[in-house]
């Protein structure tokens, strides 16, 4: 039996998947670093003015969620482990010409490429991990990426704070090349795993190219995943504006949850995923994913009573501590599904559709939490928990319709299966 590497939580067993982990450190630390810095180098270094950075990024990410399928489907035609290599350079490239691009118009090219080339990468990755790793073990070899990701963002984040402190300009160009070589590292990791044999060598005789926009129920389930990943915007823009205004908690208490987050993913992440096995432990997680966040959404609200500093912050981070297990259940069940659901041979483009659900949370989050938790108060927490609530008692219907639907290209879709969620 093969023993997990020691010194560091995140890393799988010896195989693909610690491979895959390496490779997503590498990149991990730099991005890390390069998030801890990039508003005030592109308004300070690029010069463009905050509001239009803002333009530009909503522009990008648009242009990069829209990209994960074809580029998803180019991996399962040309191989995702050349794919994957190839998305990491350009990556690279597009960071690379951030450093030198001063004109606006330029800057949204670069900033559409760079996010286009973020969101076919890790379709191409998920596609590479679902050829290499066994189907019983890829929900398992995630969480140890999804650990090994917040790991890496941690560290990055630190070495990002290290440029903050000396503000100038050299300081955040050297973090933005630390970003690309972090890539180029990440590519030549990659590059020592086998390619996996394309399964999707073109479009199937009668059947569409993009196989996975008419697949209902799997469109069904990302959108469910996606109101589910609100709970990221939570913690990065709802959660900082609800503390300074609606409670009597210092605004740095936002710092530490967020801190309190990452450490616990890296340490629980891969044992929460161990018990979500096959499309029943899948269902199950998400609804108490679901339910755990109404939990966690109540507490918040309470912290808005007048209990003083002290405890106002206790109460934050007991919410917070609950949010994170109900995340760690919600990213093990979206693996699950994610994956198990997907035809072999079309992985690519499945899991860049997939991939959607948190890019949508992260363009619809700043209008829901803003109107939601600023506007509406406690109350505005509570609808927002029984959002997480409905979408998470809703993923069992979903998957039995997609299990009963079953073609035949799906080993997981049999009738034992959809008795088995109910």
Sequence with gaps: M??????????????????????????????????ATSALFFTRVVGVSPSRV?????????????????????ADRRGPRRVTVALALATAAALGGLLV?????????????????????????????????EPARRTV????????????LAVGAGLGGLALTFDDAASYRAVLAMDAVSFVVAA???????????????????????????????????????????????????????IVRRTEAPGSTAAVI??????????????????????????????????????????????????????????LVAAALIQVFAEMLHGASAAELGFGLAPDGRQGQYQGFFGMAPQLARMAGPLVLTWLLVGQGPSGWLVLGALFLLSGLAVGPVVRLALAGSTGERPARTARAARAVR
């Design 258 to 315: 967020l801190v309190v987050n990452m450490l616990t993913v890296v340490l629980f992440q891969v044992r929460v995923s161990r018990r979500v096995d096959g499309p029943r432990g899948a269902v199950r997680a998400s609804r108490r994913a679901g339910a755990l966040m109404l939990a966690a959404c109540a507490v918040f609200a309470s912290s808005a009573a007048p209990v003083g500093a002290v405890a106002a912050v206790a109460i």
């Design 54 to 74: 803002g333009i530009a990024l909503t522009v990008g990410w648009a242009c990069g969620m829209l990209a994960g399928v074809p580029l998803g489907h180019l």
């Design 141 to 152: 070899v995630r969480a140890h990426l999804q650990s090994t990701l917040n790991a890496g």
């Design 101 to 133: 691009v001063r004109s606006f118009p330029l800057f949204v090219l670069v900033v559409c490429v760079y996010a286009c080339c973020q969101g076919g990468l890790n379709s191409a990755r998920q596609a590479l991990l679902a050829g290499l790793v």
């Design 188 to 242: 030549v990791i990659l590059r020592r795993l086998p390619e996996v044999v394309p399964g999707d060598t073109g479009r199937p005789p009668g059947g569409p190219r993009a196989a996975v926009l008419r697949d209902r129920p799997y469109a069904m389930l990302m959108l469910l995943s996606a109101v589910m990943y609100l709970n990221m915007p939570i913690l990065s823009l709802g959660l900082p504006l609800w």
């Design 2 to 35: 093969r023993r997990p590497a020691r010194g560091f939580p995140g890393l799988p067993p010896a195989g693909p998947g610690r491979v895959l982990a390496l490779g997503q450190l590498a990149n991990s630390i730099g991005d890390g670093a390069f998030y």
